[in-house]
């Protein structure tokens, strides 16, 4: 059996005739009776549309198409295709049938760019150690092929990877390398996310100043692109840091007001109008954003909701809330412990303030993030009031 006559099992089952699957793939009559009697091999996109014609899931057919194929640019084509709909397992099986091909035809940009690949989805499933070596090979490679743009996004890459490893300041000197790279190739969208990032790292390091710069000129970059809004709570975050709620409440409403906004984004520009709340003593109105945030709970990253969470609790601690408070411990329990480390911090210190148990996840030895000022909340929680809560209600 070959992939023709897998495809043409389906169709049969189906019911469907030649004319009918070519019509809805917007292929040749023809071409589609030649790929099932055998007689030619299917390119990637003729591929990729007549299993979607055909509904078929990538474990109907991929096992036997990449028996068959020989040509790395098609196995990298279906693998990235099969990365983009979120098919992971299915994509590094078809990934590394291409680095074996490329490796054994000669073909170096092929090999390259499948390592590139790899290395994406090696990134995505927060694999970052191999995510490493793969941008590594690239990035060796884009620099032999003189490729300025190539050398860029290989850079870049290689940062962004740095920084998810905790190498705060090695991803900052790549990044910084791969601004130059983009810069001279007055690549506008990929500066700026470079900027972005780089940005991300500095508010890691809780260099505020210079993070702030780097999301200014990130939100610059990115005006009326993907991610300006992400430059623009950057911005809030270090005026918040810098220079107290006054200074970041502006940029949080210019957010807030924006409808379209991603759902991510607007909640956590909730949370942070919700810390500069808590800040000025404003405990009820904090409480109130921190709901609307926690409406959109099922479309949010687990992190993100650990975060409002932690600051849920945190608030209704300083309104005398146990009960709430302890409720908001236990949600915050259940979400799993994708948390930021001072958040994982912060829950701890509530539970011995509430006189609960403690959440499973293990403080870090070094708690560095960008939620430092709500660790420094819970510790003053915990000097004011070094045992449980319960004569308030």
Same mark, same amino acid.
């Given at each position: 059996?070959?992939?023709?006559?897998?495809?043409?099992?389906?169709?049969?089952?189906?019911?469907? &005739?030649?004319?009918?699957?070519?019509?809805?793939?917007?292929?040749?009559?023809?071409?589609?009776?030649?790929?099932?009697?055998?007689?030619?091999?299917?390119?990637?996109?003729? !591929?990729?549309?007549?299993?979607?014609?055909?509904?078929?899931?990538?474990?109907?057919?991929?096992?036997?198409?990449?028996?068959?194929?020989?040509?790395?640019?098609?196995?990298?084509?279906?693998?990235?295709?099969?990365?983009?709909?979120?098919?992971?397992?299915?994509?590094?099986?078809?990934?590394?049938?291409?680095?074996?091909?490329?490796?054994?035809?000669?073909?170096?940009?092929?090999?390259?760019?499948?390592?590139?690949?790899?290395?994406?989805?090696?990134?995505?499933?927060?694999?970052?150690?191999?995510?490493?070596?793969?941008?590594?090979?690239?990035?060796?490679?884009?620099?032999?092929?003189?490729?300025?743009?190539?050398?860029?996004?290989?850079?870049?890459?290689?940062?962004?990877?740095?920084?998810?490893?905790?190498?705060?300041?090695?991803?900052?000197?790549?990044?910084?390398?791969?601004?130059?790279?983009?810069?001279?190739?007055?690549? &506008?969208?990929?500066?700026?996310?470079?900027?972005?990032?780089?940005?991300?790292?500095?508010?890691?390091?809780?260099?505020?100043?210079?993070?702030?710069?780097?999301?200014?000129?990130?939100?610059?970059?990115?005006?009326?692109?993907?991610?300006?809004?992400?430059?623009?709570?950057?911005?809030?975050? &270090?005026?918040?840091?810098?220079?107290?709620?006054?200074?970041?409440?502006?940029?949080?409403?210019?957010?807030?007001?924006?409808?379209?906004?991603?759902?991510?984004?607007?909640?956590?520009?909730?949370?942070? &109008?919700?810390?500069?709340?808590?800040?000025?003593?404003?405990?009820?109105?904090?409480?109130?954003?921190?709901?609307?945030?926690?409406?959109?709970?099922?479309?949010?990253?687990?992190?993100?909701?650990?975060?409002? !969470?932690?600051?849920?609790?945190?608030?209704?601690?300083?309104?005398?809330?146990?009960?709430?408070?302890?409720?908001?411990?236990?949600?915050?329990?259940?979400?799993?412990?994708?948390?930021?480390?001072?958040?994982?911090?912060?829950?701890?210190?509530?539970?011995?303030?509430?006189?609960?148990?403690?959440?499973?996840?293990?403080?870090?030895?070094?708690?560095?993030?960008?939620?430092?000022?709500?660790?420094?909340?819970?510790?003053?929680?915990?000097?004011?009031?070094?045992?449980?809560?319960?004569?308030?209600?």
């Amino acid at each position: 059996m070959n992939i023709g006559d897998v495809l043409r099992t389906r169709r049969k089952s189906l019911q469907l &005739t030649v004319t009918v699957e070519a019509q809805r793939a917007e292929l040749p009559r023809s071409y589609l009776s030649m790929i099932e009697r055998g007689r030619r091999s299917p390119s990637a996109k003729a !591929l990729l549309r007549i299993v979607q014609v055909l509904d078929m899931t990538a474990d109907m057919w991929l096992t036997q198409w990449i028996r068959e194929e020989s040509h790395c640019e098609r196995l990298l084509e279906v693998g990235r295709e099969l990365l983009a709909q979120g098919d992971n397992g299915s994509a590094r099986v078809a990934l590394s049938r291409a680095l074996i091909v490329s490796r054994n035809s000669g073909k170096a940009r092929c090999f390259a760019a499948v390592v590139y690949v790899l290395g994406r989805l090696h990134f995505s499933q927060g694999r970052y150690a191999r995510a490493r070596r793969c941008f590594e090979r690239h990035l060796s490679w884009a620099r032999r092929s003189a490729d300025a743009y190539t050398l860029g996004v290989a850079t870049y890459s290689l940062g962004l990877t740095l920084g998810q490893m905790g190498r705060d300041v090695e991803a900052v000197a790549k990044l910084d390398e791969s601004i130059r790279l983009f810069g001279k190739q007055h690549m &506008t969208a990929e500066l700026g996310r470079a900027w972005l990032a780089r940005a991300n790292r500095l508010l890691a390091m809780r260099m505020y100043s210079q993070a702030d710069v780097s999301y200014r000129r990130a939100a610059h970059l990115l005006r009326g692109r993907p991610h300006y809004l992400d430059a623009r709570l950057g911005m809030a975050i &270090t005026a918040l840091a810098l220079r107290g709620p006054d200074a970041a409440n502006p940029v949080l409403r210019s957010i807030l007001r924006l409808k379209t906004a991603d759902q991510t984004v607007m909640a956590e520009a909730l949370a942070y &109008t919700a810390v500069a709340l808590r800040w000025s003593g404003r405990y009820e109105e904090a409480l109130l954003q921190l709901r609307k945030a926690l409406e959109l709970r099922d479309l949010l990253p687990r992190g993100v909701l650990a975060a409002l !969470l932690a600051e849920t609790a945190l608030c209704q601690t300083f309104e005398g809330r146990v009960e709430l408070a302890r409720l908001t411990l236990e949600d915050y329990r259940r979400a799993g412990d994708d948390a930021d480390s001072s958040n994982i911090a912060v829950m701890s210190i509530l539970a011995e303030i509430l006189g609960v148990e403690r959440p499973d996840s293990p403080i870090p030895p070094d708690v560095k993030d960008g939620h430092e000022r709500r660790l420094t909340a819970a510790l003053q929680l915990l000097r004011d009031q070094p045992t449980p809560l319960e004569s308030q209600g």
